[in-house]
């Protein structure tokens, strides 16, 4: 699905190694906080980055009263289902770093997303409608905010809307 050759993969991975063992060096400056926001922004922007898993009924029925398109400041995210303050937890709190094919798997199962309305993605998620995204929608591939919102998900949005609230 995703679009990511060897070579990318080793250059994200070795700089993760560099951020683990600046951690172990000094843990104290290099918090878990600190390395939470450097690996966020090590795999953001990516096609692969915080993949669309799922959405809430309120943010659907959003996106039905804008006719399933994006509206300027319509106030819907992405929210982690699994913080993204734990992930960096599992791969930076280890007495070892991660191998490359352990620090993708680990990353990649915990970088799910729901797509929220706003508000929706503060605290814990609330119940949403999970799907598979087999054709990468929603993905936020070179984008720094957002995420792709065009034909395809407005097509696919209006299926899932049908499929649970009919008409």
């Not at 951020?19 to 060096?25: D, I, S």
């Not at 600190?34 to 692969?48: E, I, W």
């Amino acid at each position: 699905m995703f679009d990511l050759s060897e070579k990318q993969k080793e250059s994200i991975w070795r700089q993760y190694v560099a951020l683990f063992n600046a951690k172990q060096a000094d843990p104290e400056y290099w918090s878990l906080k600190h390395c939470n926001r450097v690996l966020t922004n090590l795999m953001a922007c990516r096609d692969f980055s915080w993949q669309v898993i799922g959405i809430t009924e309120k943010a659907l029925k959003q996106y039905k009263s804008q006719n399933f398109k994006r509206a300027n400041k319509d106030g819907i995210t992405r929210g982690h289902i699994k913080p993204r303050a734990l992930t960096a937890n599992l791969v930076m709190n280890k007495t070892k770093h991660l191998s490359l094919q352990e620090f993708f798997d680990v990353w990649l199962m915990n970088d799910k997303t729901v797509l929220c309305a706003k508000g929706e993605n503060k605290t814990l998620l609330p119940e949403y409608i999970r799907f598979e995204n087999t054709e990468n929608l929603f993905n936020c591939k070179d984008m720094i905010v957002g995420h792709r919102h065009k034909e395809q998900e407005i097509e696919f949005l209006k299926k899932l809307y049908q499929i649970h609230f009919g008409a």
